[in-house]
């Protein structure tokens, strides 16, 4: 659970886990459009993303469950809104904030930071999710 007055609060376990789940990019979760999110067949679209490539994403029953609940509280508190995240200006969310809900999320989950080299970044979740795709084949 997030300490947070922003749309953070409920929209971080949907925007972290469509990462890790899909092995989205940051900055193609923070682009995503309301649109592009179809809960009712089950898929997302990323369009022209790097090198201007799209694809069709398939979302599992449980992620389409968090993306609804996340849908639906942003929809009470912003009406119609363009982009799927939304920052609470009610703006497509930006990459720092991403980056600082991520560090607040790590810190409240009492995770260790390393001492030394990377520290732990959003980004990772595509490198876990292409790494458990190489397990798995």
Known sequence: QLDAQSPWRWQAIAFFT?????????????ALLAAQVDLD?????IVG????????????????????VCDQRSQARFGAHQT???SAAGTPVTAAAVGVIFRRIWDQAGLPRPTAGRQPRPYDFRHHFAYANLERW
């Open 84 to 86: 799927f995240f939304v």
């Open 41 to 45: 067949d089950g898929h997302l679209d």
């Open 18 to 30: 469509l990462m890790h789940s899909c092995g989205l990019r940051t900055g193609e979760a923070r």
């Open 49 to 68: 993303a790097k090198a201007r490539r799209s694809r069709r994403l398939p979302l599992t029953d449980q992620i389409v469950e968090i993306l609804a």
